[in-house]
Each structure stands twice: as C-alpha cells, then as structure tokens.
C-alpha cells in the first residue's frame, strides 16, 4: 500500500511539473519582447489609435472654424512679425506688412498662411500625447513644453524659407518648402514625443531624470538615421515619381470609370507649363510641376503630383531608423504600410475628382481641406502601429501598459 501511495504521489508531482512546465513558455511568451510579436496585440495600441484619431479630427474641426477669424490672423501677423524681424537681422532690406502677413526680403515676397503655422505638426504632437496613457498633469507639462518648441522650429523654418526664397531660384524654395521641411517636422515631431515619453515613463521625476532623458542620445542616433534615409528615399521617389504618378491616375481612372460610372475619356501624367522667367534645377523644376490628368467629357481634372511625396518616403525613412526589428518584420509592416498609403492616394485623387465634378468644391473646400489636412499624419500613425510602438518604453505585451500608467 505503501508502494501504490509513492508511486500515485510521484505521478501527482510529476503531472504538477510538466504542467508547470508547459505553462512556463507561455508565460515566457506573454513576457517576450514586443520586437518578436506584432504590433498591433499590444495592450492599448486600439485605444491609442482611436483617441489620436478623435484628437486629430478635433484639431481639424476646430482649426477648420477658426482659418478664416481674427484669431488666425492675429496669429499670422504675430509670426510673421517675428519672422521678419529675425530676417531683418541679416542685414538686407526686409519689409513687413502684418496685416496681410507678407514679407518683402532682399527682392523676394512671401505671405504666411494658416497652414505654414505648424498646425498639422502641433495636432500630430498634441494627438500622440493625449493618446499615450499617461496622468493629466503629464500631458499638460508636456503640451506647455513641446508647442512652444514646435512654433520655434516654425520660426526657423520660415526664416530659412525666407533666405532660401532670396538667395536661390523659386523651385529650390518650393522644393524645400515641400519636401526638406516636411520632413525635418516629423522626426522632431516623433524625437519630441519620445523625449516626453522616456520621462513620464521613469520612476524618477526630477529635473536631473529629465536632463538624463535629454542626455540619451539614442533619440539622436534614430533622428540621425531617419534624416539619411528620408533623404535616400525622398531621391529615390524623385526619380520614379513620373512612373508612380502614372499608376495612381489609371486606377483612378479605371475606378471612378467602373465603380463611379464616370465617362473618363483619358488619365495622362502632364506638367504645369513653366513660369516666365523662373529658372531652376531641372530635376526640381520638372518634379513640381508634374501633374495627375484625368479627362472627363470637356473637362480635364489634374492635381498636383508633388502631393503624393508627403507620405511614402517620411514613412519608409521610419521604418528604416526605428531599431530592434527583425528584417523580415521591418519589410513585412513596410510593405503593408505601402499598401495602404498607395490605396490612400488613389482614393485621394477619386476624392477629389467627385468633389470637384459631382459637388462643385473647389480646392479650398473642408472636404479637401480635411484630407490635405489628414494626409501628413499618415505616415506617423502607420508607422507607429507597424514599429513605433516598439520603441515605446513599458509598453509591453502582457500588462506592461497598464503597469506604466499606474507608475506615471
């Protein structure tokens, strides 16, 4: 009896090990570092997507309302004031007109709009921190933080537009109005919002914690490797953009034939005839005036081919500098992410041609500012559910996030 006792213990304690056992690579997998999972599982990344997509569409609906109101331009007369007086300080002749927001420097003019103040990239910012779970009080230092620095970047945007604008020919300034600068605000933007969550996200909440965070230069080195590969890839999509250009207009067309029922006669890539007088690198100069053609019965629709630059080489140049990713996932999410964004430009271009043919909008219609609006925040959002995330300290795949949001 004895015998049948230690043997029936030893199977007991033999089966509370393999369970033990079985549970224990589970447990190992819950805990596993989020660079070998998907993105898209981890705790809190639905609800971050949903609150930066309802703060995005707030900023709109509020920027929307207030474009055309003293307060707007109140805000363009303050900055182009500054703007001025910063160019004023080169020496060359700089005249000021605030009311209207325009600046007359060394021979050359530029009026400041609503949409060269930085808010799309302040909504971006604004958006991600409100989505991160983290306390209020956080959230607030860090929008009376990082808005001010944002503006400053502006600043110094236009001024170097301005200098740009008078030193060289007008299709470098609209090349590095476009292009250089759009991308030099969104890996502030994101190296910002990563500074911000390296300090909320650490135990220690003193100023030398902060300076400690500002000290990391692991931030650099990601703003570093994102400037060289936009640049690569910015290079690349110059070079093929006559080709992809060509391939957005005929879905387009092929769609809003088929699907919209329109009578689409033809869909050409054409260019804008040049200025008189403007001169400037060809490759520039052909590349701003390329434009998408869709001929439907008398009336010819274009939009503008520059448009299609705004996302996909800022969003592979991400996906390049974010660290910690296998090759397979890196090219696996960047090629879903192409996927998107090409389907979002054909969309895009259909948006426009039905406003335009079916709804009489003109370009400065809120449907077409609502996607002009929305279109460079794309690559951000994508690549934050693709490989950002990763990057997101105590954002982990087992309750980790929740764990953070308690801490902070």
Same mark, same amino acid.
């Given at each position: 009896?004895?015998?049948? $006792?230690?043997? $029936?213990?030893?199977?007991?304690? @033999?089966?509370? $090990? $393999?369970?033990?056992?079985?549970?224990?690579?589970?447990?190992?997998?819950?805990?596993?570092?989020?660079?070998?999972?998907?993105?898209?599982?981890?705790?809190? @990344?639905?609800?971050?997507?949903?609150v930066f997509v309802v703060s995005v569409i707030t900023v709109f609906i509020i920027y929307d309302r207030v474009k055309e109101g003293p307060q707007m331009a109140m805000y363009m007369s303050f900055l182009a004031r500054q703007v001025g007086a910063l160019l004023r300080l080169t020496g060359k002749s700089t005249v000021i007109i605030p009311a209207k927001a325009i600046i007359h420097y060394n021979g050359f003019s530029m009026q400041i709009i609503p949409d060269c103040g930085a808010i799309p990239s302040m909504s971006i910012f604004t958006a991600a921190l409100l989505a991160f779970p983290a306390r209020i009080r956080y959230k607030v230092w860090g929008l009376?933080?990082?808005?001010?620095?944002?503006?400053? %970047?502006?600043?110094?945007?236009? %001024?170097?537009?301005?200098?740009?604008?008078?030193?060289?020919?007008?299709?470098?300034?609209?090349?590095?109005?476009?292009? +250089?600068?759009?991308?030099?605000f969104i890996v502030f933007v994101v190296t910002l919002w990563f500074f911000w969550i390296n300090y909320v996200t650490a135990e220690d909440k003193s100023i030398v914690?902060?300076?400690? +965070?500002?000290?990391?230069?692991?931030? /650099?080195?990601?703003?570093?490797? /994102?400037?060289?590969?936009?640049?690569? /890839?910015?290079?690349?999509?110059?070079?093929?953009?006559?080709?992809?250009?060509? /391939? %957005?207009?005929?879905? *387009?067309?092929?769609?809003?034939? %088929?699907?919209?029922?329109?009578?689409?006669?033809?869909?050409?890539?054409?260019?804008?005839?040049?200025?008189?007088?403007?001169?400037?690198?060809? +490759?520039?100069?052909?590349?701003?005036?390329?434009?998408?053609?869709i001929r439907y019965g008398d009336t010819d629709k274009a939009m503008p081919? *520059?448009?299609?630059?705004?996302?996909?080489?800022?969003?592979?140049?991400?996906?390049?500098?974010?660290?910690?990713?296998k090759l397979r996932d890196r090219v696996t999410s960047a090629g879903l992410g192409l996927i998107v964004l090409v389907s979002w430009h054909i969309i895009m271009f259909c948006t426009f041609f039905v406003a335009a043919v079916s709804f009489g909008f003109t370009g400065d219609s809120p449907l077409v500012r609502a996607v002009g609006f929305v279109n460079p925040m794309l690559p951000f959002l994508l690549w934050f559910i693709m490989a950002g995330i990763r990057q997101v300290p105590n954002w982990g795949f087992s309750r980790n996030a929740k764990d953070a949001e308690g801490k902070t």
């Open positions: 009896m004895m015998d049948n $006792k230690s043997e $029936k213990q030893n199977e007991s304690e @033999s089966r509370e $090990k $393999k369970v033990v056992s079985s549970a224990t690579p589970a447990e190992e997998s819950a805990s596993e570092p989020s660079s070998r999972r998907s993105p898209l599982l981890a705790p809190g @990344s639905l609800r971050f997507m949903i009376l933080l990082g808005l001010p620095l944002l503006y400053v %970047v502006n600043v110094c945007r236009l %001024v170097c537009l301005g200098f740009i604008g008078a030193n060289f020919s007008r299709p470098t300034f609209h090349f590095a109005h476009i292009y +250089v600068w759009q991308t030099i914690s902060l300076l400690r +965070v500002l000290w990391r230069g692991h931030r /650099f080195a990601f703003a570093l490797r /994102f400037v060289c590969f936009g640049a690569i /890839f910015l290079a690349l999509f110059v070079v093929t953009l006559r080709a992809y250009a060509w /391939f %957005v207009v005929h879905v *387009a067309g092929f769609c809003l034939e %088929v699907v919209g029922g329109y009578d689409i006669r033809s869909a050409t890539v054409g260019s804008l005839p040049p200025q008189a007088g403007v001169a400037g690198p060809t +490759v520039i100069e052909d590349l701003l005036r390329l434009t998408m053609n081919a *520059a448009q299609l630059a705004y996302t996909l080489p800022p969003f592979l140049a991400l996906m390049a500098a974010t660290a910690g990713i």
